[in-house]
């Protein structure tokens, strides 16, 4: 007789089609009957009993700023300003960390790095050292494991950058991407195909392949079980050797002679990287170096203002050619359709560019965390709302699964929480209205008046505070001796929030290791006389007790 443990396993291989008719027969009833009631399962599923489908489209390093609908008045956006107009547009949404590999896991798992393990990029000249299958978020619950084993049809078309590429992330049965995190080129790529690859001949932008791949998606979806369609666009980017001069996409002539003299900064180039340069000539063989001097290029570079607004308006296009392919097969009302990025990237205030991690200490800046969120789904989600609600990443992934349906499916130990309830008109019970996000060895908390970062020792500097209600641009911190009971109120929530949810194992702050590459391991192995090192352990795969 077979336990509940390994039926639920069973049941879990059913649903991916990894179960054989013999092993099938082999069930109980109740297990087939289980299996039969799930949605998307049975023959009693129809498109109007089940949930709906869900296109999560999260773009790479875009700031909100550089998007109609959030206030810009240069870059043209149309499609995704229609889509913030029928759907909830949020203003207060935050990234929990400033590099694309944390942010990227904590979307998929509604977890913190201080959880997942993943505290900055994964180093494309790492690749080799890690196993084929080797995923970051292997041993956790994880959003398209979750959907795929409650009867979607689950694909990833972009870029992922949160493992090895050649290998799909557990829960994704079509895989489309490219081999890298750091984006090298917009129009030469070697993509990876569900097991082939080939090569972009240089005359489709990448992010246009990806657009007409996802496309193709819709196009092909048999409406057999409702889907989930994670696209990821790599851009707008904004770093170098992408960004940094002109480039020859279908957008990039409107924007030539323009000045963008309302929103782009206008500041002089960071004394910290000039420092970090110290006067040497540079060497392409040293890639710090070499990228502080492209930094250093694209400062108040024309060519290179004119190549970053057109990348925002390719995302764009990308968003509508998607969403015209929804429209054409009549999926746009009954499929959720959430708009993101990972994080934003600096493109010149306080004279910065590049992430959060880019200067030591960290630089938590709203510039970089605070990130555009739309979600989209006619005659649920009421049209032309726009919410101050503050959101952090770890609360989408529950906010999904409750609108979906799946409110009661645990998600171990997560700081997140859903507000599904909001997305309707509802009100929401007890909303604690501040988010939390870290980079390594500085964390922060963020309020509707008050941003706090704190560091992990006196090496690394003082704590700050802003008003960022009087003070938006974080210009100037606070003396925080005048502000003593906001910076002991802030202080303790910040420790009371990692002390609850940081796995000790992941918790550099208390001796844990990353997952990831980080610049800061030299570092600490030095104040700490530790070993901090990457774990590049193969985690055993997540089991959904479905």
């Known amino acids: 007789m077979k336990s509940k443990q390994d039926e639920s396993k069973f049941l879990q291989a059913v649903i991916n089609g990894k179960i054989s008719r013999r092993e099938f027969l082999g069930l109980s009833a109740a297990a087939i009957g289980a299996l039969a009631l799930m ?30 609908c959030y206030g810009n008045s240069d870059i043209r956006t149309p499609n995704i300003d229609r889509l913030a107009s029928e759907g909830v547009r949020f203003t207060q949404a ?29 180093d494309d000249n790492t690749l080799t050292e890690l196993k084929e299958d080797w995923c970051a978020v292997r041993e956790f619950r994880t959003l398209p494991l979750t959907l795929a084993n409650r009867g979607y049809q689950t694909a990833m078309i972009g870029k992922y950058h949160m493992g090895n590429p050649h290998s799909p992330m557990p829960g994704f049965q079509d895989w489309i991407t490219f081999p890298y995190g750091h984006t090298l080129d917009f129009w030469k790529d ?31 979806y048999t409406h057999k079980k409702p889907f989930y369609l994670q696209l990821n666009f790599d851009a707008p980017y904004l770093l170098p050797p992408t960004n940094l001069g002109p480039d020859k996409n279908r957008f990039y002539n409107y924007y030539v ?31 710090e170096l070499h990228m502080l001097y492209m930094l250093k290029e694209m400062h108040l570079d024309r060519e290179s203002m004119w190549n970053t607004a057109s990348q925002n308006a390719v995302v764009d296009y990308g968003v509508g050619m998607v969403m ?57 989600i009421k049209s032309s709302q726009v919410s101050d609600l503050m959101i952090g990443q770890y609360d989408i992934f529950p906010t999904i699964l409750d609108h979906l349906g799946f409110g009661n499916v645990r998600i171990e130990n997560t700081p997140g929480h859903s507000f599904s309830p909001h997305l ?16 390594e060895e500085s964390r922060g908390i963020r309020t509707s ?26 210009n100037k911190p606070l003396i925080l001796s005048e502000h003593k ?44 006389k530790t070993d901090w090192e990457w774990d590049k352990s193969d985690k055993p795969l997540f089991i959904d007790s479905v």
């Not at 008046?449 to 974080?474: E, H, I, S």
């Open 94 to 122: 935050f990234a929990c960390n400033g590099l694309c590999s944390p942010t990227r896991a904590s979307l998929m798992t509604g977890l913190i790095p201080s959880q997942h393990g993943i505290h900055d990029w994964i």
């Open 39 to 68: 949605p998307g399962c049975g023959d009693s599923s129809t498109p109007t009993s089940r949930p709906p489908n869900v296109l999560f489209i999260l773009s790479d390093n875009q700031p909100a700023s550089m998007l109609g």
């Open 485 to 528: 009971d906001i910076v002991d109120e802030l202080d303790k929530k910040l420790n009371e929030f990692f002390n609850r949810y940081s796995d000790p194992q992941y918790d550099l702050w208390r001796g844990g290791k990353t997952k990831s590459y980080t610049g800061r391991t030299k570092l600490v192995n030095d104040l700490f």
């Open 257 to 287: 002679g323009m000045n963008f003299t309302e929103w782009w900064p206008r500041e002089k180039f960071s004394q910290i990287f000039e420092d970090m340069i110290g006067g040497r000539p540079d060497d392409p063989n040293d890639e």
């Open 449 to 474: 008046r008050y941003a706090y970062w704190k560091r992990l020792n006196d090496y690394f500097g003082p704590a700050l505070l802003f008003d960022v209600v009087n003070d938006p641009g974080q």
């Open 324 to 380: 015209d392919a929804l429209k054409k097969a009549g999926l746009d009302e009954n499929t959720l359709v959430i708009y993101s990025t990972d994080q934003a990237d600096f493109y010149g205030q306080h004279g910065l560019y590049g992430h959060t991690n880019y200067t030591i200490p960290s630089s938590l800046y709203d510039a970089l965390l605070n990130v555009p969120l739309i979600m989209r789904q006619p005659k649920t």
């Open 190 to 220: 070697t993509i990876i195909d569900n097991g082939k690859e080939y090569e972009l001949s240089g005359d489709e932008h990448i992010v246009e392949h990806f657009a007409r791949r996802g496309v193709e998606y819709i196009q092909n």
């Open 424 to 439: 309707k008109g509802q009100s929401l019970q007890d909303w604690s209205n501040e988010v939390y996000f870290e980079q």
